[in-house]
Nanobody, 130 residues
Framework: QVQLVESGGGLVQPGGSLRLSCAASGFTLNNYPIGWFRQAPGKEREGVSCISSSDGSTYYADSVKGRFTISRDNAKNTVYLLINSLKPEDTAVYYC???????????????????????WGQGTQVTVSA
């Protein structure tokens, strides 16, 4: 079965950290650019971080630069998103996506909110609250 599965979300206090995982099954993740997206209630989907399949280049939205780190472990067929210094405004459902034809990480992360990626996970909830 071809799918992406996110995990690692939870309830965390402001200033805390989480590591989200995006595990692929049924296909080889390192052949695809991967993106992390989030959607908060009442807000449009936002591309927060993307990583290329080739040279390891990365992209971060301005709202998360310096706090989020994306990485991939090809041996585990998994992409991670390390989130530090969490803020209440980071509260959202976080999704990962794969799209083979994206040529740059900027393009991968900057699609319209309605764009449908080749592969899309079910999401993991991140809640930041005291």
């Amino acid at each position: 079965q071809v799918q992406l599965v996110e995990s690692g979300g939870g309830l965390v206090q402001p200033g805390g950290s989480l590591r989200l995982s995006c595990a692929a099954s049924g296909f080889t993740l390192n052949n695809y650019p991967i993106g992390w997206f989030r959607q908060a209630p009442g807000k449009e989907r936002e591309g927060v971080s993307c990583i290329s399949s080739s040279d390891g280049s990365t992209y971060y939205a301005d709202s998360v630069k310096g706090r989020f780190t994306i990485s991939r472990d090809n041996a585990k067929n998994t992409v991670y998103l390390l989130i530090n210094s969490l803020k209440p405004e980071d509260t959202a459902v976080y999704y990962c996506a794969a799209e083979r034809k994206m040529t740059t990480v900027q393009a991968m992360c900057s699609t319209s909110p309605s764009y449908e990626y080749d592969y899309w996970g079910q999401g993991t909830q991140v809640t930041v609250s005291a």
